[in-house]
């Protein structure tokens, strides 16, 4: 295999060849019956994080609402006869879980809660801990590092309790068996918890469950400890692939989350908890449905007999319980059961894992580095998730999130970050302690997309594989990584050259290519001047440019720090282009001048369309939004909306501020923000032109809660500048001369001309300006326009919104690879401006054809051309 063309090890008859004996793919031929009627929707989808969650079959949805239309389902606290058969439904599900784990009533308790996490939290609140100080020996909670951060976290319910809480490295409990204690304290009936994953979410690595036994039975001890040891076998990974035998692997609790296994319902979990140590365990609060007796006025309550009655607090969700005997019947026909899952899923992360692993640049270099305890050799020791980071040919990591950004073009969802897995994250990764702390002092959080620090990963890239995966999916992400690591231009990245024509043999294609979606029909084209020429209020362009003396004072309230630098043979900053962006990810409307509000250009982002769950939609999810051509006219008040075979629409420009309008919250990049709804008429209209019922809603004019917070260090009263539905900042430039430098690499690789113009619109700024060299505004802290002044606050990381052509909504996935390539890596494209006006006589107005003062990072200011002959340089 290692010798083999790469175009070879893309095809259906090398993914057979990697199939270890005696481990079935694809059911038994029924996957692409599977596919096609259980997941359409995943046509044109290459959904690789099942370890996130799994995807529910239609049908299971099917059979559940079924059930719901066909039967009365009362509460089950109740004793009439819907509330009774609600009960024994409950029952009876159960029973099923029971069933579904080999075991039964007499050995396990099913506790329903909301998920793993609730689960955990119960464990940590009633296990019968020994606090330190007391008489007897205290009680220790040991974990496994390569835990999940809801196991991690209930060291902060037991630290509370004065329980201490020991941590052991995957490679430190191999050292363990040499730790039994001798024969006398083991008497002590001091009672501890060992925790562990029965698979690791990071890596996929299975943990021994004889380790069940070995620490119950005092075998292995993870403390030195007089005292009984307890096992927790976190089972919320490995369950959604692998069958688990609770009647050989005794753990006395096993948390799960019942999505991560069918996908529906979301938000119930459960614990199983051996009805050997449920009588130990201890309650203080209790809630309905808990108690067999409580007085008001006194401090008397008896609980129920039952643990599952006494711990599931009020009502449990009924109905929810009820899909999930749905979800085990369903799961059960379509697939055969859970060792056909585990034997479909590890064939596919064998394949992908033995593919990646051959993957090398033309100097031998890997594009890769996988993070894996195995060799993926064994379905008993690995599960079927991949993780790992893509590295350029010199060995150093590209960040996840550039991954993350390029995986979107390709229809494929990824994983990405620690996983909620810190300790799996630092060993694998290297990262130490003191690193987590620095990262954090530099801004890096879980679950942001700071990828590097100082050239160094924060995270990884996750795949894993579901029971209705498919080859066609492994091969779609390998073909990926090998389109955009393995690239056509050897100037840019590496490559062998049998990787540019690859010869791929596949089984017939479950999912039609969505190519043809992506083509949508050319817009209704509205030339630059016809839009100018409707906006009376703009029809004259007034390049106004300050007196010198204005200059001056200017330039002093930029920066009084600033020291200025003489640019020999350079040429004055302008403005070229003014775009603002009325209704939030449509169409840009250009302008010549235009009045700044205290949220930016007026109007700008004022506006967003939602779908009928009330979330923002965008280009990313509807491309088509681009063909949506809003225009603004000043002297009317009035916003008129056009597009291809539709009628043109308005919409005025005064708010809403009648009785009628209701306000609501709404969120754009986790932004909350007042908006209100404007109404059916211009609703119907979108639904219509978008094919999908949406709503244009407008931002209220009380902007209290939608302000700026990042740090405007210069601007001392911006830290709280208002936003308008913008994702970072007020404004967003772009300078020509970078868009020149990008379009050599767009051009070389689409092998075509690419005009300017196309370039401008697919990177959505409000300000063009043509500085003369590439990417110099990446330098600028402050700059001033005119009378305006405003605060560089970051660059503009980029998404795959620039691969959408602006003028037809078609997609191209060649623009963010460019951008991608010729900048390192990165895909940071301008920059991202707060405006803070300046006490000046003239109006705050923005034209095209005013010059641009800038002030360098470094408090050097780039001043202007003095006269023709001597100008200044940066």
């Given at each position: 295999?290692?010798?083999?063309?790469?175009?070879?090890?893309?095809?259906?008859?090398?993914?057979?060849?990697?199939?270890?004996?005696?481990?079935?793919?694809?059911?038994?031929?029924?996957?692409?019956?599977?596919?096609?009627?259980?997941?359409?929707?995943?046509?044109?989808?290459?959904?690789?994080?099942?370890?996130?969650?799994?995807?529910?079959?239609?049908?299971?949805?099917?059979?559940?609402?079924?059930?719901?239309?066909?039967?009365?389902?009362?509460?089950?606290?109740?004793?009439?006869?819907?509330?009774?058969?609600?009960?024994?439904?409950?029952?009876?599900?159960?029973?099923?879980?029971?069933?579904?784990?080999?075991?039964?009533?007499?050995?396990?308790?099913?506790?329903?809660?909301?998920?793993?996490?609730?689960?955990?939290?119960?464990?940590?609140?009633?296990?019968?801990?020994?606090?330190?100080?007391?008489?007897?020996?205290?009680?220790?909670?040991?974990?496994?590092?390569?835990?999940?951060?809801?196991?991690?976290?209930?060291?902060?319910?037991?630290?509370?309790?004065?329980?201490?809480?020991?941590?052991?490295?995957?490679?430190?409990?191999?050292?363990?068996?040499?730790?039994?204690?001798?024969?006398?304290?083991?008497?002590?009936?001091?009672?501890?918890?060992?925790?562990?994953?029965?698979?690791?979410?990071?890596?996929?690595?299975?943990?021994?469950?004889?380790?069940?036994?070995?620490?119950?039975?005092?075998?292995?001890?993870?403390?030195?400890?007089?005292?009984?040891?307890?096992?927790?076998?976190?089972?919320?990974?490995?369950?959604?692939?692998?069958?688990?035998?609770?009647?050989?692997?005794?753990?006395?609790?096993?948390?799960?989350?019942?999505?991560?296994?069918?996908?529906?319902?979301?938000?119930?979990?459960?614990?199983?908890?051996?009805?050997?140590?449920?009588?130990?365990?201890?309650?203080?609060?209790?809630?309905?449905?808990?108690?067999?007796?409580?007085?008001?006025?006194?401090?008397?309550?008896?609980?129920?007999?039952?643990?599952?009655?006494?711990?599931?607090?009020?009502?449990?969700?009924?109905?929810?319980?009820?899909?999930?005997?749905?979800?085990?019947?369903?799961?059960?026909?379509?697939?055969?059961?859970?060792?056909?899952?585990?034997?479909?899923?590890?064939?596919?992360?064998?394949?992908?894992?033995?593919?990646?692993?051959?993957?090398?640049?033309?100097?031998?270099?890997?594009?890769?580095?996988?993070?894996?305890?195995?060799?993926?050799?064994?379905?008993?020791?690995?599960?079927?998730?991949?993780?790992?980071?893509?590295?350029?040919?010199?060995?150093?990591?590209?960040?996840?999130?550039?991954?993350?950004?390029?995986?979107?073009?390709?229809?494929?969802?990824?994983?990405?970050?620690?996983?909620?897995?810190?300790?799996?994250?630092?060993?694998?990764?290297g990262i130490s302690n003191e690193d987590i702390q620095r990262n954090l002092q530099a801004g890096h959080v879980c679950g942001d997309d700071v990828d590097l620090v100082d050239g160094r990963p924060t995270g990884s890239v996750r795949i894993s594989f579901g029971y209705m995966s498919s080859f066609e999916d492994a091969q779609a992400f390998l073909k990926f990584i090998i389109a955009t690591r393995l690239s056509k231009s050897d100037t840019e990245i590496p490559f062998q050259a049998s990787v540019t024509k690859l010869t791929t043999e596949s089984v017939p294609d479950d999912h039609p290519s969505s190519n043809n979606a992506d083509k949508l029909s050319p817009i209704l084209h509205i030339s630059d001047r016809e839009l100018r020429n409707n906006l009376s209020a703009t029809k004259s362009t007034v390049n106004w440019q300050p007196a010198e003396a204005e200059a001056e004072s200017i330039r002093a309230a930029v920066s009084e720090t600033a020291v200025p630098t003489c640019r020999r043979g350079g040429k004055p900053i302008t403005v070229t282009n003014i775009y603002l962006y009325p209704i939030k990810s449509c169409s840009a409307f250009e302008v010549t001048e235009w009045p700044v509000g205290n949220q930016g250009l007026l109007y700008d982002r004022n506006w967003m369309v939602v779908n009928q769950n009330g979330v923002c939609m965008t280009q990313k999810q509807e491309p088509r939004l681009c063909l949506v051509n809003p225009s603004i006219d000043l002297k009317k008040k009035t916003m008129v909306i056009q597009a291809e075979g539709m009628d043109p629409i308005s919409v005025s420009l005064e708010e809403n501020t009648g009785r009628e309008a209701v306000i609501y919250e709404s969120k754009v990049c986790s932004h909350r923000v007042k908006t209100y709804d404007?109404?059916?008429?211009?609703?119907?209209?979108?639904?219509?032109?978008?094919?999908?019922?949406?709503?244009?809603?407008?931002?209220?004019?009380?902007?209290?809660?939608?302000?700026?917070?990042?740090?405007?260090?210069?601007?001392?009263?911006?830290?709280?500048?208002?936003?308008?539905?913008?994702?970072?900042?007020?404004?967003?430039?772009?300078?020509?001369?970078?868009?020149?430098?990008?379009?050599?690499?767009?051009?070389?690789?689409?092998?075509?001309?690419?005009?300017?113009?196309?370039?401008?619109?697919?990177?959505?700024?409000?300000?063009?300006?043509?500085?003369?060299?590439?990417?110099?505004?990446?330098?600028?802290?402050?700059?001033?326009?005119?009378?305006?002044?405003?605060?560089?606050?970051?660059?503009?990381?980029?998404?795959?919104?620039?691969?959408?052509?602006?003028?037809?909504?078609?997609?191209?996935?060649?623009?963010?690879?460019?951008?991608?390539?010729?900048?390192?890596?990165?895909?940071?494209?301008?920059?991202?401006?707060?405006?803070?006006?300046?006490?000046?006589?003239?109006?705050?107005?923005?034209?095209?054809?005013?010059?641009?003062?800038?002030?360098?990072?470094?408090?050097?200011?780039?001043?202007?051309?003095?006269?023709?002959?001597?100008?200044?340089?940066?």
């Amino acid at each position: 295999m290692a010798g083999a063309p790469r175009g070879q090890l893309l095809s259906f008859r090398a993914f057979q060849a990697t199939c270890p004996a005696g481990y079935g793919y694809g059911y038994g031929g029924r996957l692409r019956h599977l596919r096609e009627h259980e997941f359409p929707r995943l046509r044109g989808i290459t959904y690789l994080d099942h370890a996130g969650s799994a995807l529910f079959p239609e049908s299971l949805l099917k059979a559940f609402t079924d059930d719901l239309k066909n039967n009365v389902y009362g509460n089950p606290h109740s004793q009439n006869i819907s509330s009774k058969l609600t009960y024994d439904t409950i029952e009876h599900v159960r029973y099923r879980i029971l069933q579904h784990f080999h075991t039964t009533a007499e050995d396990y308790t099913i506790i329903f809660t909301s998920g793993c996490t609730a689960a955990l939290k119960l464990v940590a609140e009633a296990f019968p801990w020994i606090p330190e100080g007391t008489k007897q020996p205290s009680s220790r909670f040991c974990y496994l590092t390569d835990s999940h951060t809801s196991v991690v976290g209930m060291r902060g319910i037991t630290a509370s309790m004065n329980v201490l809480s020991v941590p052991i490295k995957p490679k430190e409990i191999l050292l363990l068996e040499k730790n039994r204690l001798p024969a006398e304290e083991q008497n002590c009936t001091t009672p501890h918890l060992f925790s562990y994953p029965a698979q690791s979410n990071f890596s996929g690595t299975k943990y021994p469950l004889s380790w069940i036994q070995d620490i119950k039975s005092g075998t292995v001890c993870p403390v030195k400890i007089p005292g009984k040891w307890f096992v927790l076998l976190d089972a919320a990974s490995y369950v959604s692939s692998s069958p688990l035998d609770l009647g050989v692997h005794q753990a006395d609790f096993i948390p799960i989350s019942f999505y991560k296994i069918f996908g529906f319902p979301t938000g119930l979990g459960a614990l199983l908890v051996s009805n050997r140590i449920a009588p130990l365990l201890r309650k203080t609060y209790f809630g309905g449905g808990t108690a067999a007796a409580y007085l008001a006025g006194e401090d008397f309550y008896f609980p129920r007999k039952s643990i599952a009655e006494r711990f599931e607090d009020g009502t449990v969700s009924f109905l929810d319980i009820i899909a999930l005997k749905h979800g085990f019947d369903v799961l059960e026909k379509l697939t055969g059961g859970m060792e056909n899952i585990k034997q479909h899923t590890f064939a596919l992360a064998h394949y992908t894992y033995t593919v990646l692993s051959t993957l090398k640049y033309a100097n031998g270099a890997p594009v890769v580095r996988i993070y894996s305890d195995t060799d993926f050799s064994n379905p008993d020791v690995q599960g079927p998730i991949i993780n790992f980071n893509v590295l350029d040919e010199n060995g150093e990591v590209i960040g996840f999130s550039q991954v993350d950004k390029m995986a979107s073009l390709y229809n494929i969802h990824v994983r990405t970050g620690c996983f909620c897995n810190t300790g799996a994250c630092q060993m694998h990764l290297g990262i130490s302690n003191e690193d987590i702390q620095r990262n954090l002092q530099a801004g890096h959080v879980c679950g942001d997309d700071v990828d590097l620090v100082d050239g160094r990963p924060t995270g990884s890239v996750r795949i894993s594989f579901g029971y209705m995966s498919s080859f066609e999916d492994a091969q779609a992400f390998l073909k990926f990584i090998i389109a955009t690591r393995l690239s056509k231009s050897d100037t840019e990245i590496p490559f062998q050259a049998s990787v540019t024509k690859l010869t791929t043999e596949s089984v017939p294609d479950d999912h039609p290519s969505s190519n043809n979606a992506d083509k949508l029909s050319p817009i209704l084209h509205i030339s630059d001047r016809e839009l100018r020429n409707n906006l009376s209020a703009t029809k004259s362009t007034v390049n106004w440019q300050p007196a010198e003396a204005e200059a001056e004072s200017i330039r002093a309230a930029v920066s009084e720090t600033a020291v200025p630098t003489c640019r020999r043979g350079g040429k004055p900053i302008t403005v070229t282009n003014i775009y603002l962006y009325p209704i939030k990810s449509c169409s840009a409307f250009e302008v010549t001048e235009w009045p700044v509000g205290n949220q930016g250009l007026l109007y700008d982002r004022n506006w967003m369309v939602v779908n009928q769950n009330g979330v923002c939609m965008t280009q990313k999810q509807e491309p088509r939004l681009c063909l949506v051509n809003p225009s603004i006219d000043l002297k009317k008040k009035t916003m008129v909306i056009q597009a291809e075979g539709m009628d043109p629409i308005s919409v005025s420009l005064e708010e809403n501020t009648g009785r009628e309008a209701v306000i609501y919250e709404s969120k754009v990049c986790s932004h909350r923000v007042k908006t209100y709804d404007c109404g059916e008429r211009i609703a119907d209209w979108f639904s219509l032109f978008l094919g999908r019922p949406c709503r244009l809603i407008r931002q209220s004019s009380d902007t209290k809660n939608r302000s700026h917070q990042k740090n405007t260090k210069g601007l001392a009263s911006a830290t709280n500048i208002s936003l308008s539905l913008v994702n970072e900042a007020q404004y967003l430039l772009i300078n020509v001369a970078s868009l020149l430098h990008l379009k050599e690499h767009v051009s070389s690789r689409l092998e075509e001309p690419l005009e300017i113009e196309e370039l401008i619109r697919r990177f959505r700024a409000n300000i063009v300006i043509s500085a003369p060299e590439s990417f110099e505004e990446e330098e600028w802290a402050e700059i001033s326009i005119g009378a305006l002044r405003f605060q560089v606050v970051g660059p503009c990381s980029r998404c795959q919104i620039i691969c959408i052509d602006q003028q037809s909504g078609e997609r191209n996935k060649e623009f963010l690879q460019s951008l991608s390539a010729s900048r390192g890596r990165k895909t940071n494209f301008g920059i991202y401006l707060m405006n803070q006006p300046l006490w000046s006589s003239f109006p705050d107005v923005l034209s095209v054809g005013s010059q641009v003062l800038p002030v360098l990072k470094e408090n050097t200011e780039i001043q202007p051309p003095t006269s023709s002959e001597e100008k200044c340089s940066g």
